[in-house]
């Protein structure tokens, strides 16, 4: 079955940027989505085809895919972007599949 | 905005069936291009895509859950429903239903993504 990797923490200090990797065998070749969950709410849409932002997502999120790894970038991290993160993707064998998460603190 | 709720029993027994139903309001459950998903997250750990169904009544389950799983839709009421049968303690989990987004690129790779979520609703199995 395909599987997604993600490291399980990322720090970052106010106002750098945080870079969060999603490892998955040719991943290149299938289109990665973001999302963020806070604690105790639903998961919210960030990046879906590999780049895009819904509308109401800021400026400071891109995302990239290339090679084995899609990586999502908040530039000018904010502390109200500490949140887990995840990322996910289409397999015609698997379907949906979710990478594990990875919980970012901003300190 | 769409919006979709989840509602069911919070506390389903051993070996009995998990029932839940979705609501969606602002938006038709058979607008072309929707799947319409469960997905679960067990506590304090990550997110299982559960299964989805098409307005049209096609599915596609998480293989891991096959033979347990069966998904319905009723466009009439905007509503789809999950069932999960012979439950144990690891399908203690929340559920949340979304929305999926569903299309091919010019080479025919499928764009699979969740714009909008429920609420999620703890689903408890114990005696």
């Known amino acids: 079955s395909y599987e997604l990797t993600q490291p399980p923490s990322v720090s970052v200090s106010p106002g750098q940027t945080a870079s969060i990797t999603c490892f998955g065998d040719?991943?290149?070749?299938?289109?990665a989505s973001w999302y963020y969950q806070k604690p105790g709410q639903s998961p919210v849409l960030v990046i879906y085809?590999?780049?895009k932002r819904p509308s109401k997502i800021p400026e400071r999120f891109s995302a990239s895919n290339h090679g084995n790894t899609a990586t999502l970038t908040i530039s000018g991290t904010q502390t109200m972007d500490e949140a887990e993160y995840y990322c996910?993707?289409?397999?015609?064998?698997?379907?949906?599949?979710f990478g594990g998460g990875t919980k970012l603190t901003v300190l | 905005q769409v919006q979709l709720q989840e509602s069911g029993p919070g506390l389903v027994k051993p070996s009995q069936t998990l029932s839940l139903t979705c609501t969606v309001s602002?938006?038709?459950?058979?607008?072309?291009?929707?799947?319409w998903s469960w997905i679960r997250q067990h506590p304090g750990k990550g997110l299982e895509w559960i299964g989805y169904?098409?307005?049209?009544?096609?599915?596609y389950y998480n293989p891991s859950l096959k033979g347990r799983l069966i998904m319905s839709v009723d466009t009439s009421k905007n509503q789809f429903s999950l069932k999960l049968s012979s439950v144990t303690a690891a399908d203690t989990a929340v559920y949340f239903c979304?929305?999926?987004?569903?299309?091919?690129?010019?080479?025919?790779?499928?764009?699979?993504?969740?714009?909008?979520w429920g609420q999620g609703t703890l689903v408890t199995v114990s005696s």
């Open positions: 979304t929305r999926g987004v569903h299309y091919s690129d010019t080479s025919a790779s499928i764009i699979y993504y969740f714009d909008y």
């Open positions: 085809e590999n780049t």
């Open positions: 169904i098409y307005y049209s009544g096609r599915t």
């Open positions: 602002s938006g038709s459950i058979d607008s072309g291009g929707y799947y």
């Open positions: 996910q993707a289409w397999d015609s064998s698997t379907y949906v599949v």
């Open positions: 040719e991943l290149r070749n299938k289109y």
